[in-house]
């Protein structure tokens, strides 16, 4: 085995990950593409460059994310202490000045001694020795094909249009109803009490909320006016029809949507006994049954939007997004099959993945993916036992959902709705998240020891 571990890609991810093996006393290989090549989305030099938004997110432990950096402040996050240190004014949120950001991290990793920052391509994965793929979103086209040929693809995913996540305990249940279409409707014979008997006993796997026709209107109607998100240029080359947005799709006519994904057949709204105008659904996303995505509803449309908009739904009126529907162009791996709870792969256990790559989503969520793939290199290169982070912890939830089998797989940020559930069931959302993250934070308190 060779004597060092070598970190593909100089991002969040790839930087963390290199900080971790290195002050641990094993020599990193750290390779950069950029300023060789640049990526149509970056431009600085330094490494850890923050491409969109400078902002982390919320400070608040009753803030998903919030709870997500204050673990990897406790396991001494190299990028995390950093952004703390070049913060700028934004209250409760922690935002960074982008260049000394990107600045710091590359001086703090050219100084370390563990450390060889390579400035070029890689276009070839050695099988010898222990890697880390952090290549990111817009990951190479020659490495992204030679990924595809060690994961055994034809082709990673190049262009993501992901429907929103909601929480099921915000949807209201006295206006949707479970049920799978065709099973779920009631027969042109069939006696509706033994109608509801038999729907109630089925197992389902779909929510399903009822529209009229003046709902349904309605909801076209702002849907097909609703303000976009603009697209890169070379992302808009690679729209095609097999995940349209729906906006897209509902400005083709006002039935479009009605005999695509809100078509009604096979479903009765329980409360008129009849076919509903047109149906929204939404499927179980997590092993737990905590949240779900809205079929068919893969969106590029502004984040306000969307909640004003989808808000319109019946039973939708107070949900809670955990995701926001994106579209981006997007490299990611299909996880679920390839990656176990320490992003190693699983047929090639020398190799690790970290960062967007992975379908983890987000700036923290790709120091944290970093951070875990680099304490599982490490404990693989000294022979040692993987470190499972445990479900309660966002960061363990985070690896939990990305290597969970599912075959509807997206990309997923930090949220409460991928932590199991408590015991008790406690309305106020502020105390409710306040518990959560307290169990989080005792956890990683009890692996303190890893740092």
């Not at 092993?287 to 939007?305: A, C």
């Not at 983890?360 to 982070?389: D, H, M, P, T």
Request: hydrophobic share 35%.
């Amino acid at each position: 085995m060779k004597d060092y571990i070598a970190v593909i890609g100089g991002g969040l991810a790839g930087t963390e990950a290199a900080y971790q093996i290195a002050k641990r006393g094993i020599k990193v290989k750290l390779y950069e593409m950029k300023p060789c090549k640049y990526s149509p989305a970056h431009s600085n030099s330094d490494l850890a460059e923050v491409v969109c938004s400078n902002s982390f997110k919320s400070n608040l432990h009753t803030n998903a994310c919030g709870l997500l950096k204050e673990e990897l402040r406790m396991l001494d996050s190299l990028l995390i202490k950093i952004a703390d240190k070049v913060s700028v004014p934004a209250g409760q949120a922690l935002a960074v000045d982008r260049e000394k950001f990107s600045k710091e991290v590359t001086e703090r990793l050219e100084q370390m001694e563990n450390v060889e920052i390579i400035r070029k391509e890689v276009e070839n994965i050695d099988d010898d020795g222990i890697i880390i793929i952090a290549t990111g979103p817009l990951t190479s086209d020659a490495l992204s094909n030679e990924i595809a040929k060690k994961i055994k693809q034809e082709k990673l995913h190049f262009y993501d249009a992901v429907a929103p996540i909601i929480q099921k305990e915000s949807i209201d249940m006295n206006i949707a109803f479970e049920g799978n279409r065709y099973e779920q409707e009631r027969g042109k014979d069939e006696d509706i009490e033994e109608w509801k008997k038999r729907i109630k006993n089925q197992e389902v796997s779909y929510i399903n909320l009822p529209m009229n026709k003046e709902e349904y209107e309605k909801f076209w109607n702002e849907l097909v006016n609703a303000e976009l998100v603009e697209l890169h240029e070379f992302e808009k080359r690679e729209i095609f029809e097999g995940c349209m947005p729906i906006e897209v799709m509902a400005k083709r006519g006002i039935d479009t949507l009605r005999f695509g994904p809100l078509k009604p057949v096979g479903f009765t709204d329980l409360r008129t006994g009849r076919r509903p105008y047109a149906i929204v659904q939404l499927r179980q996303d997590n092993e737990e049954g905590t949240i779900f995505n809205m079929v068919g509803f893969q969106t590029n449309l502004k984040f306000g939007e969307q909640k004003r908009i989808f808000s319109m739904i019946p039973g939708l009126e107070n949900a809670e997004f955990m995701k926001y529907g994106v579209m981006h162009r997007n490299t990611y791996i299909n996880s679920p099959d390839l990656l176990d709870e320490t992003y190693n792969l699983k047929n090639q256990n020398n190799i690790f993945f970290a960062g967007q790559i992975t379908g983890v989503e987000g700036y923290v969520e790709s120091i944290a993916s970093g951070l875990v793939s680099a304490l599982n290199a490490v404990q693989k290169f000294n022979k040692q036992e993987k470190i499972i982070f445990p479900k309660e912890t966002m960061i363990g939830a985070l690896a939990k959902y990305i290597s969970t089998q599912n075959e509807n797989f997206q990309p997923m940020n930090s949220n409460f709705g991928i932590l199991p559930p408590l015991a008790e069931n406690i309305k106020d959302k502020k105390i409710k998240y306040g518990k959560m993250a307290d169990i989080a934070i005792d956890k990683i308190e009890k692996l303190s020891n890893i740092t």
